[in-house]
């Protein structure tokens, strides 16, 4: 969308410098902060944080999947798990499972708020 009009707003000099030091650290630009701060959204640099952390997660997933992968060929290599060792590593998957699904419901309330 294209910006057409100027707001024109007096503030102290410090208070500016103040204003652009944190869009410097945020790196986002000073109008956004303001606009943002007024219609209370989430900042770009907030989002960016929240899209990288949900990025992370998923990558945990990932590597979570990898490891049964690879204790279920070691299952099949010896022929054998021990009943113990079966009902420790089905447990340990039921919490992946209910986990995930804690995640997914996570993210959608949060794709919900990136949204707005």
């Given at each position: 969308?294209?910006?057409?009009?100027?707001?024109?707003?007096?503030?102290?000099?410090d208070?500016?410098?103040?204003?652009?030091?944190?869009?410097?650290?945020?790196?986002?630009?000073?109008?956004?902060?303001?606009?943002?701060?007024?219609?209370?959204?989430?900042?770009d640099?907030?989002?960016?944080?929240?899209?990288?952390?949900?990025e992370?997660?998923?990558?945990?997933?990932?590597?979570?999947?990898?490891?049964?992968?690879?204790?279920?060929?070691?299952?099949?290599?010896?022929?054998?798990?021990?009943?113990?060792d079966?009902?420790?590593?089905?447990?340990?998957?039921?919490?992946?499972?209910?986990?995930?699904i804690?995640?997914?419901?996570?993210?959608?309330?949060?794709?919900?708020?990136?949204?707005?």
């Amino acid at each position: 969308m294209e910006k057409e009009v100027r707001i024109f707003i007096r503030i102290q000099k410090d208070r500016k410098e103040n204003w652009k030091e944190l869009c410097s650290k945020k790196q986002i630009s000073l109008t956004n902060l303001i606009i943002d701060s007024v219609e209370n959204r989430i900042m770009d640099d907030e989002r960016r944080k929240v899209l990288a952390f949900i990025e992370k997660q998923d990558n945990l997933f990932v590597k979570i999947e990898t490891n049964i992968n690879q204790v279920a060929k070691f299952a099949n290599a010896q022929k054998y798990i021990s009943p113990t060792d079966l009902q420790y590593f089905s447990n340990k998957l039921s919490e992946i499972a209910d986990l995930k699904i804690i995640q997914n419901n996570i993210f959608i309330k949060i794709y919900s708020l990136l949204g707005q």
